[in-house]
């Protein structure tokens, strides 16, 4: 067969067209000779006709152009055409958990939409916590970038070895010290502060706008920072003022004023309306370069885009007060207090008391206390200090409900209790009338005569009568009852109360009373305390500081430098070169403990509901439980460990046959949620009874003095050995050591080479 001419090939491949094309195709060029050579350049060309090199063959085209316009669909849209006498098979019913429009019935997404409405109002807030990208920005570029990286490194690590330790957080000193602890602590401080935040606005509702805020803690202004974020641009209450704690707290203080700077609601605003902490920072000016006061909503990695480098904070003028003490006479209507209750940790818990009574004199009514402490136990045992001391459990063992609490010591009025020996009317007098009058009434029921001087008067007068007994002008009308008000003391002024995240006023099951109780070796994992975890994006600056090996590797404590790093295996060493945090996640988990409080306003009818409710006690029906672990999922069942309205730690069972909505819920509930919704079987779980704690006191002071007999080992070790030089001292050697050195001839070779013009044979030290 002879071959085809390959310009021939080329040309029949070229021709080739599909057949439905064709068919198109065929009218069109029929209508193209009738209509003329200018109407068939009219005609539109079919989309998708032309390829990179000019081939038909095997592409898709359209023929919208050559539809009828009636047709059920046209190439872009499919019509809907009803069909006389046919039904469909099936109707699609609408979603329950969508509304007409589409939208979800209530929630943000599918899974809130599927939920019960109380238990998505009982949900906390427990999403994916993320700092803003200007404050993240800022704090790499602005702060962190003027430090060497390996002694930011270095001192962030002896902060977490210092926390792991102690357990305390130390106010940092140096400008080293204020980066470092920035660096290492911030961001998991901000995620903690923000999520109580977000719950104290929940539970407040819509109307929660506090128009008067003061921060305490340790860090840059973490609270304001959180508080700011969560209300948005528009948040502009009239005092905002922050107390970094510390003596030396200057360079916290800059860093405070920086970050601050980078937030909408910190602009000053001009005008007669200028805020009180505005006026004191009058002195200071605008910044003179625009460059450190840009924000950008994202970061980027062009350096070039923002100003690397310090800034000057004396040249910015923020809304927040940054002050040097806490005011004297001032009120709030809300206070954050972020890890600043105890800086001792052998001063548990007088500090404790002391810092929490300075707190309290400056909350007002109607105001909010929210207290944020890390996850440890000792952590929750200054906050379950600080709850009992406000509440006074112990007092009213008596009470149910969530009735709010006098506290004494902040009140103006405070009752006075006389003594013994000072009483008019003691407790003996009155069991003693009580005797009396139960003997009385033990005598008219069993209808005994009267005796002794009763008798007498009887036969002498005659018994009494009803009409005896009334007063001459009782008949008249003419007199009025008159009420005794006024002539009792006067009620207390101040009551708190808790709103989260404990669902009773009674004593904290949970809580032992000194925290070195979980320091006792075998016992930790008995030990339970009340901790949420909460989860925040990592954002670059903590990536870059927890590269290497330093900060990505165990540490082993009984090193000389407490890290191990001299002695780490080169394969491990080789492993983290350049390769960052082995299995490192974008996001981080904290645990943390908190208390938000609430002062009750102290006007007339306020006080006289309060008394009311103690008098009429009765179970607060808002009261939830609080879920304190992760439920645990099984089979047809969900176990909820919660801290009930009763006071006490329960189990509670939530089975598929309680019902479809319970158990669907249960099942998606989390950490640190409120259960609204119901139970099958609840078990509660028992305390730690008299005999135990004394156990564990004993166990306590046993391991104290084994803890101080080793120390006193340590300092004086004797030394056994059979060789006489292990007794030598090696700094007597060091003379003899230093003449070997200087007779040698190798030394005294390099010292004419250095051009040295002393004889060290000859010299005599003078």
């Known amino acids: 067969m002879p071959l085809r001419p390959l310009h021939l090939t080329r040309a029949l491949l070229g021709t080739c067209t599909p057949r439905r094309s064709l068919q198109h195709l065929a009218p069109a060029a029929a209508g193209e000779e009738s209509r003329g050579p200018e109407t068939a350049r009219a005609q539109p060309q079919l989309p998708f006709d032309r390829r990179k090199n000019g081939e038909k063959f095997g592409q898709l085209v ?25 039904k469909p098979a099936y109707l699609e019913a609408p979603s329950p958990f969508r509304k007409a429009d589409g939208s979800f019935v ?9 939920l019960d409405p109380r238990t998505l109002g009982a949900r906390v807030d427990s999403l994916v916590t993320q700092l803003p990208a200007e404050l993240a920005g800022v704090i790499g570029r602005n702060i962190l970038l003027a430090v060497l990286p390996a002694k930011l490194r270095e001192r962030a690590a ?3 070895q210092s926390l792991e330790k102690e357990q305390i957080q130390r106010a940092p000193e140096l400008a080293l010290d204020a980066d470092a602890h920035i660096a290492a602590l911030f961001l998991q401080n901000y995620s903690h502060a923000y999520r109580a935040l977000s719950e104290l606005k929940q539970r407040v509702g819509p109307h929660f706008h506090p128009d008067l805020v003061l921060d305490i803690g340790y860090g840059p202004a973490t609270g304001m920072l959180a508080l700011n974020e969560l209300m948005g641009a528009g948040f502009a209450p009239r005092t905002k003022e922050a107390y970094v704690v510390g003596r030396s707290n ?3 203080k800059k860093r405070a004023k920086i970050l601050l700077s980078r937030q909408v609601s910190e602009i000053p605003r001009g005008g007669p309306g200028e805020t009180e902490s505005q006026e004191t920072e009058s002195r200071e000016t605008e910044p003179k370069e625009t460059e450190p006061k840009e924000t950008e909503p994202k970061e980027t990695n062009d350096a070039g885009a923002h100003y690397i480098g310090q800034v000057d904070a004396s040249q910015i003028t923020v809304v927040t007060r940054l002050r040097d003490a806490l005011p004297s006479t001032k009120q709030y209507a809300l206070i954050i207090v972020n890890q600043a ?28 206390l929210v207290i944020v402490e890390r996850g440890n136990a000792l952590g929750f045992e200054i906050v379950a200090r600080a709850r009992q001391v406000m509440l006074r459990p112990e007092s009213h063992r008596g009470e149910v409900g969530r009735v ?10 405070k009752p006075q209790k006389l003594r013994k020996e000072d009483q008019l009317i003691t407790e003996d007098h009155i069991q003693y009338e009580h005797a009396l009058l139960q003997q009385m009434e033990n005598g008219d029921a069993a209808g005994a005569a009267p005796v002794g001087l009763e008798a007498q008067i009887n036969a002498k007068f005659g018994p009494v009568s009803d009409e005896d007994m009334r007063f001459e002008f009782e008949d008249t009308g003419d007199y009025d009852v008159v009420p005794p008000q006024g002539n009792g003391p006067p009620d207390v002024d101040f009551h708190l109360s808790v709103v989260a995240p ?11 009373g000194d925290p070195k109780f979980y320091k006792i070796s075998g016992h930790q994992h008995r030990l339970q305390f009340c901790s949420f975890q909460q989860v925040v994006e990592r954002p670059r600056y903590t990536m870059e500081l927890k590269r290497g090996k330093r900060l990505a590797t165990l540490w082993n404590k009984d090193a000389e430098d407490g890290f191990g790093l001299k002695h780490m295996p080169k394969s491990t060493a080789k492993l983290l070169q350049g390769s960052g945090r082995p299995g490192g996640n974008n996001s981080e988990s904290g645990s943390f403990s908190y208390l938000i409080m609430h002062r009750a306003k102290n006007g007339p009818d306020d006080l006289r509901a309060i008394r009311d409710a103690r008098d009429h006690q009765h179970e607060d029906p808002c009261a939830l439980p609080r879920i304190l672990e992760t439920p645990e999922k099984v089979k047809k069942n969900v176990r909820l460990k919660v801290c009930a309205p009763s006071g006490n730690i329960e189990l509670w069972q939530v089975p598929r046959s309680v019902g479809k909505q319970d158990y669907h819920d249960a099942r998606k509930a989390r950490q640190g949620d409120l259960w609204a919704l119901g139970k099958k079987s609840a078990l509660v779980k028992s305390r730690l009874s008299d005999a135990h704690m004394d156990k564990l006191k004993r166990m306590l002071n046993l391991q104290r003095k084994f803890v101080v007999k080793e120390k006193r080992k340590q300092q004086t070790k004797k030394l056994t050995s059979r060789l006489e030089a292990d ?22 070779a390099k010292g004419k080479k250095a051009g040295f013009d002393v004889d060290l044979r000859a010299y005599d030290g003078k």
């Open 727 to 748: 007794f030598d001292d090696p700094l007597d050697d060091l003379d003899s050591l230093a003449s070997e050195l200087e007779q040698s001839r190798k030394y005294r």
């Open 106 to 114: 209530h929630g943000r997404n599918s899974e809130e939409a599927r």
């Open 502 to 512: 404990c669902a009773h006023h009674a004593v904290c099951p949970l809580q032992l």
């Open 404 to 413: 709010p609490r006098p506290y004494i010591r902040g009140s103006s009025v």
């Open 62 to 86: 359209r023929d919208e152009h050559w539809r009828p316009a009636g047709a059920a669909a046209d190439g872009r849209h499919v019509k809907s055409v009803a069909l006389a006498g046919e």
């Open 250 to 252: 200057r360079e916290m």
């Open 158 to 160: 002896q902060i977490y």
């Open 341 to 368: 209750l105890l800086s001792r940790e052998y001063n548990f818990p007088k500090d404790v008391d002391t810092n929490l009574h300075m707190i309290l004199r400056l909350l007002k009514p109607d105001g909010h």
